[in-house]
């Protein structure tokens, strides 16, 4: 019998006696260089993490500054690049990357730029030319809710001969602050460089990149603390009794608890430095905890006579109601209460479908509401009870006094617009920001966009009224919502609008180059 292979049943056969092909393996190379300097970074630590696996390998660069992965898989990656005594190029491409990887594919031009870190350094004396321990801070503007800030960006105490040195610091400006020791009836007022208690008059450092900043004396003078003595009033069957004081202030809060021993709640805080604080208590009776905040002032003489009211944690209702048609739902709506005395929030707190919410477990202090809505929706009004407490904020020092309402609207008006550069091109990834024209009216009116790719946006929910549009390249969005002072310099470039109930506007608005450093 003779068997005939015919040319399909042959390659059938050697086809299934041949191994299937590798996956093609993929190779990453780059460089990490100095962003002053240009030259190479020797050891810098490169790390690469596989997104797909959730795994990671690491490099350490050689003299040429050069790093390699080799034999990848095809995925996601993050590559991340750092160095001590080096930071992220400001505005520039930072340290990590993201990027994917096809089958075989290779990329040899992956480069991270990383800045020199630069430090501040000095001693502090007191009035006598004798060293102290004290902290020492870095501090920097930035934007917040509260307007141009300072904000500590790095610090540090005094040792035994009063030196400091805070490193670590990026390229930027800075105003130092130091102060702090107590004594037994003194203390060491904060104080900003060279020698003031106003921020506002403080003298700017300005730092290069890897730049050492020497030299930077300040001498502290020794004034008064404040002693408060007081009673706190309590529910029966009170224990634990604690009181305190805190301090706050933009670069932070400093706080000091005591316990209370003596049954008719009588205290007596010693130590506590020149400015606004609060003074605290609380305690807890069965399962509840009562607590008590009053804001007061030192700095004239100690504090006699002061009662502390302890309360329960407090409860408070509230409803939503939406003016007009919308197909957003009660449920989406989440609201926010930020104490102003404080950092912690009640936060992303949920709306019932019929718009009911309830916080609970509040401590006397007062709030502001902070609501998240979907964008056709505007914030129209906030009342407690008969009053008006958008902009004052709700009071809850003596507990609730009645039931929080929250109107929203969807009547708003709507604006779609374009924004160009110089050359008349589309501006993608602009930044739109719409701000009240009166700067007194609430900032909860102003809205933010992104241009598209082809320089288009749309902003909707937008509350009646007259509003300046800008559109920036880049900008630090509170420092143009929070801080007239910021805008003043543009507001000849800003584009003017009036919007009415359910009005539609169209704009065509030219980029402004991002504003230097502050």
């Not at 095809?74 to 990590?96: C, D, M, P, T």
């Not at 400091?164 to 900003?192: C, T, V």
């Not at 939406?322 to 009640?346: F, H, N, W, Y």
């Amino acid at each position: 019998m003779v068997i005939r292979i015919t040319p399909f049943l042959l390659c059938t056969f050697l086809c299934a006696q041949t191994p299937p092909a590798a996956p093609q393996k993929c190779l990453l190379e780059g460089k990490v260089l100095n962003s002053v300097t240009g030259e190479p970074l020797r050891k810098a630590h490169v790390t690469l993490v596989n997104l797909t696996r959730t795994s990671s390998t690491h490099a350490v660069t050689g003299e040429a500054g050069g790093f390699s992965f080799a034999d990848l898989e095809a995925g996601s990656y993050i590559l991340s690049a750092q160095r001590s005594g080096f930071g992220a190029e400001k505005n520039g491409l930072g340290s990590v990357v993201r990027l994917s990887l096809a089958a075989g594919e290779e990329k040899h031009d992956i480069v991270f730029r990383l800045t020199p870190l630069g430090a501040i350094a000095g001693r502090i004396l007191d009035e006598d030319g004798d060293p102290i321990q004290v902290r020492v801070s870095a501090l920097a503007y930035e934007y917040t809710r509260s307007g141009r800030q300072l904000v500590e960006r790095g610090g540090g105490s005094t040792n035994d001969l009063g030196e400091y040195r805070i490193f670590g610091l990026q390229p930027g400006r800075y105003y130092l602050r130091a102060g702090g020791e107590d004594r037994a009836e003194e203390a060491y007022a904060s104080a900003y460089y060279p020698a003031t208690s106003d921020p506002a008059a403080a003298a700017a450092l300005e730092l290069n990149a890897g730049g050492q900043l020497r030299g930077i004396d300040m001498t502290l003078h020794a004034t008064r603390v404040t002693s408060v003595r007081g009673r706190a009033i309590m529910p029966p069957g009170c224990n634990d009794l604690e009181v305190g004081w805190t301090t706050v202030a933009a670069h932070g809060s400093s706080s000091h608890r005591t316990g209370v021993r003596e049954q008719d709640g009588k205290f007596d805080l010693p130590g506590i430095p020149p400015g606004p604080f609060f003074l605290t208590a609380q305690c807890t009776a069965g399962d509840q905890r009562y607590s008590a905040r009053v804001p007061l002032q030192s700095g004239g003489g100690d504090l006699d006579g002061i009662e502390l009211r302890l309360l329960p944690p407090i409860e408070l209702a509230g409803q939503i109601r939406i003016e007009g048609q919308t197909t957003a739902r009660l449920s989406q709506i989440r609201v926010d209460l930020e104490p102003k005395s404080r950092s912690a929030a009640e936060r992303d707190h949920p709306v019932r479908q019929d718009g009911s919410f309830t916080f609970r477990n509040l401590e006397p202090d007062i709030y502001e509401v902070v609501l998240t809505a979907p964008d056709d929706l505007y914030q129209k009004t906030v009342r407690m009870g008969d009053r008006e407490v958008s902009q004052a904020g709700i009071d809850l020092t003596a507990g609730a006094a009645g039931k929080l309402l929250i109107v929203l609207s969807a009547n708003g008006g709507e604006i779609e617009g374009a924004v160009e550069n110089d050359d008349g091109q589309p501006a993608a990834s602009a930044q739109v920001i719409m701000v009240p024209a009166d700067a007194q009216r609430p900032k909860m009116f102003a809205k933010f966009a992104d241009t598209s790719l082809s320089g288009r946006f749309r902003m909707r929910g937008i509350a009646p009224g007259d509003y300046k549009l800008y559109a920036w390249d880049h900008v630090d969005t509170n420092a143009a919502l929070y801080d007239p002072d910021f805008l003043r310099p543009y507001e000849s470039l800003a584009q003017s609008v009036q919007i009415a109930a359910s009005g539609k506007q169209s704009v065509q608005l030219k980029l402004i180059k991002g504003p230097a450093e502050q």
